[in-house]
């Protein structure tokens, strides 16, 4: 079993930046694959970055790639998403969530948390 929560969502500007953290309880993080999802009003959850369990492979949607970067830090048990020249686009409720795969699909994800706002202005 696996607990996630997020934090450091809020409000930015376009063109500025935000540090997303997701703290996992559970001695079996370290091997799980961990992804960031986000869902927009009125849309489906959508798949933006994931790492896997070593860190050794990363993962981005087309949409943030050389914006974002999805780190781990297994001391802390915690996963981060570093979002750099943000637009509103990017405007969202982001999610983490751990999967025993690397995926890049919601659908093998098994553990979610409850998600933290993300609003970039204009």
């Known amino acids: 079993q696996v607990q996630l929560v997020e934090s450091g969502g809020g409000l930015v500007q376009a063109g500025g930046s935000l540090r997303l953290s997701c703290a996992a309880s559970?001695?079996?993080?370290?091997?799980?694959?961990m992804g960031w999802f986000r869902q927009a009003p009125g849309k489906e959850r959508e798949f933006v970055a994931a790492?896997?369990?070593?860190?050794?492979?990363?993962f981005y949607a087309d949409s943030v790639k050389g914006r974002f970067t999805i780190s781990r830090d297994h001391a802390k048990n915690t996963v981060y998403l570093q979002m750099n020249s943000l637009k509103p686009e990017d405007t969202a409720v982001y999610y983490c969530?751990?999967?025993?795969?690397?995926?890049?699909?919601?659908?093998?994800?098994?553990?979610w948390g409850q998600g933290t706002q993300v609003t970039v202005s204009s």
């Open positions: 969530a751990a999967s025993r795969v690397d995926a890049t699909t919601r659908e093998m994800y098994s553990y």
């Open positions: 790492i896997s369990w070593s860190g050794g492979r990363r």
């Open positions: 559970g001695r079996t993080f370290s091997s799980y694959t």
